[in-house]
């Protein structure tokens, strides 16, 4: 028979066994993460009618739409979880109770130019909460302590949480007139930690954007504010009073950053940083962005913020919210990559392989019975190969134990154990085997999934 | 601003919170039911090239595919979860270990004709054992102990799962020189359970099947052996040495048999049952259904199989299996229809709901902080309401704790906890609290998605 070429499409991520069982831990710990902040796991469908889908979408978002007909619907792959919960706030409204906190871990469709890196399938794990008309402050104070706790959950140590806060730059702006050219300035700004303040200042004083030498040095001196979160804030009181934006955008950063300790988020994983601002306008209040300290250059892992309008498109009901979104499929790529992930991590399908030799297998399938009874993950071995087949596919799924029944062992009602970990086998009890195991595996089973590699 | 109209496509089930949770539940206890059995959890993207998964298909199932172009590419969403593990297995076969053992629960797509209880993205939860070249029959006996724990473990108990073996059929209908027929015959004696012997015997012998008097009695003959399973198959017994594959096929299903009690099967939930076959012509072993005692009307929630050749559409490796599938949106469906769902389960999003009664939030969220870093799902409620309007979303949620932190407890370091079940509140030192609900909070979690409705 003409056999078909297997294959995966570029862009669509497909991984090994071992690496898939670190990715499933990942997503389990964020799952266990969001539900520990109060957060409500919501499923919506993949494929939405385009009209809906589309209703906000445009330029270079439309163009990577996978979009088709079938019958006669227009449907639409989605293209992140934002849209699609803003569908589901407007169509369930009368049904849900707000503020509504839920997260959603599931995977989005883009039809990007296909480089190493960038994936065309790719999970998104997103938490938001929406309120019905108002939403209090201390959701936006409570977001960096989530991403706190989720990344040092995931076993990630050396990263740090950005926030800005929009109003705060907005009304900055407006002092110095420069409403209408924020964005080409905030894009400029962006560029410091590259080119310098020398280069930026040049910029933004070159065709284009056109700034001023006053204006100019103005964004300078802005941005240069850093030192401690209380270094910065109190540097930004001497701007208050000459904008009402910035005043509320100072009294918001302001509660933001005195809650923090309440949140359990050290002051060395949190700083203000007012050169952040996300590209959409979409947000009007703190906006989060979460960088690896030792890889910078990898952008940040971790962004979101606070919106005044999440389902503008679909209803006048006014729903501000604030949230964040983590790109889990290029944040694994990217932990990979860069020798991140942990390999002592168990990725073995089963705690104990059983491997009978007997021709009955009943005393075998009873251990197994014992065994998963217990909690134990176990697997039987029965297929008729040579010991050293059978030590070997013990050792490539990287099972801590095996167990062995002969016709000694099944006469004494006991069975050899091996911890393949020390080589040691032992003979001993069925009946003994949990307790002898179940410890180890519990702390096997705690290890995290990201291990910062050692700095030379 | 002219709004766009929020809906969901019809035949794409998504759930509101409550519901979601529920189903959220039945596919952790799978994963981890899956998990206890030593498989391990596989993704696969839900687009694949066409030419690639379909490969094989054909009629009914290619008109219901969702295909589309993008770009240059051909592409189409998976239809269901085996033709990617073939695909899987084909691609990587090298950095595999044989036997395999996968579970993947994931979305598929079929164009079905829209109709209540009918889902164009569904989730299947699927587990498949594949061996390279052989694949020993204990692992045929090991499925039907899988699906009786994975069910008993969602809840469930008034099930029974039917099994029956290919090469005994196939040989059984060979002893009649009725190979050609053997679809035809067996597509009637499905219709035993609904019109009765008499009438099957009619159709049997009917223009289009058109069988003799002889032939139809031995059809009905063979599926009147009814009875325990060993009655069974001492019945069987009679027809060895007439027929090969059948001999065989006997051997396999009393070796199934035998080794149920080992493997933790009580015999009331396990028949020999003559009369099913499964439709496609894949299987070549044991076949499996699984049925709802007081619904048989809804068809099998489990079916699977032993088949022969996973991946022959992609290599002449030969990759012998045996798997089955939960359509699991269904059986949502069908259990939330039959009132299946069990509605004590723990649906709410927070275990305890932290009001603050003071302008200062620190207190109220040092306490969240603290309940969070016990395990315990904390949600604070910082909004200006009414009070009785913050008892209703308390209510709304289920949450089954509420706390509240007023001037006067914070100045005791106390909490006022109330028990939303009883009603009852007390007085207690912020420390006491995770001792006094955690034990309450483990056998809440502990409850299982499906009750079965009480009986009249």
């Known amino acids: ?10 862009g669509f991520m497909e991984l090994l066994p071992a690496r898939q069982a670190q990715f499933e831990r990942m997503a389990e710990l964020l799952r266990r993460s969001y539900a520990l902040y109060g957060f409500t796991p919501l499923d919506t469908p993949i494929i939405e009618a385009s009209e809906v889908l589309l209703a906000k979408a445009g330029g270079e978002t439309e163009k990577q739409i996978y979009r088709f007909t079938k019958g006669d619907s227009d449907l639409s792959l989605r293209f992140d979880l934002t849209v699609p919960l803003a569908k589901y706030v407007a169509l369930h409204y009368a049904d849900l109770s707000f503020p509504f906190r839920r997260f ?10 296909a480089q190493r890196g960038r994936f065309r399938e790719f999970y998104q794990a997103d938490i938001d909460v929406i309120g019905d008309g108002k939403l209090d402050i201390v959701n936006e104070a409570e977001i960096p302590a989530i991403i706190y706790h989720t990344f040092t959950a995931l076993g990630l140590e050396r990263f740090q949480i950005h926030v800005n806060d929009r109003k705060l730059l907005n009304g900055f702006f407006s002092m110095l007139h420069l409403e209408e050219k924020s964005g080409d300035v905030m894009r400029t700004v962006d560029k410091l930690p590259k080119i310098g303040p020398d280069k930026v200042r040049e910029l933004l ?16 001196k802005f941005i240069s504010i850093t030192g401690s979160n209380d270094e910065i804030l109190n540097a930004l009181e001497e ?5 009402g934006s910035f005043d509320q955008g100072l009294d918001e950063l302001s509660t933001v950053v005195r809650y923090l300790s309440a949140f ?13 601002a996300r590209g959409l306008d979409y947000y009007t209040g703190s906006v989060y962005e979460t960088f690896m300290l030792d890889h910078p250059e990898i952008g940040s892992i971790c962004s979101g913020g606070r919106y005044d309008n999440l389902a503008e498109y679909y209803t006048d009901k006014q729903l501000p919210g604030v949230g964040i979104s983590i790109g889990l499929t290029r944040l694994f790529y990217v932990l990979e990559e860069q020798g991140y992930l942990n390999d002592e991590l168990d990725t073995a399908p089963a705690d104990v392989l059983i491997f009978p030799m007997t021709d009955d297998m009943a005393p075998a399938i009873t251990l197994a019975t014992r065994l998963r009874a217990e909690g134990i993950r176990a697997q039987l071995y029965t297929e008729q190969k040579k010991f050293k087949q059978k030590m070997t596919y013990a050792d490539r799924l990287g099972v801590p134990y095996t167990a062995f029944l002969g016709e000694d062992e099944i ?9 393949m970990t020390t080589g040691e086998q032992r003979l001993m009890a069925a ?7 179940l410890p180890t595996l519990d702390a096997r089973r705690a290890a995290a999934p990201i291990r910062e590699p050692e700095k030379i």
């Open 264 to 276: 359990g988020v050290p002051e060395d994983h949190f700083v203000v940083d007012l050169t952040i």
């Open 104 to 113: 959603q871990i599931g995977k989005v469709y883009r039809g990007e130019r």
């Open 411 to 419: 006469a004494q009602g006991k069975v050899s154990l091996k911890d």
């Open 239 to 243: 701007y208050r009073g000459r904008h």
């Open 1 to 10: 028979m003409a056999k078909q070429r297997p294959r995966t499409l570029s």
């Open 205 to 220: 004083m070159a065709d284009g954007v056109s700034l001023s030498q006053e204006q100019a040095d103005e964004i300078l």
């Open 431 to 437: 009946d003994e085997v949990p307790a002898q195991i």
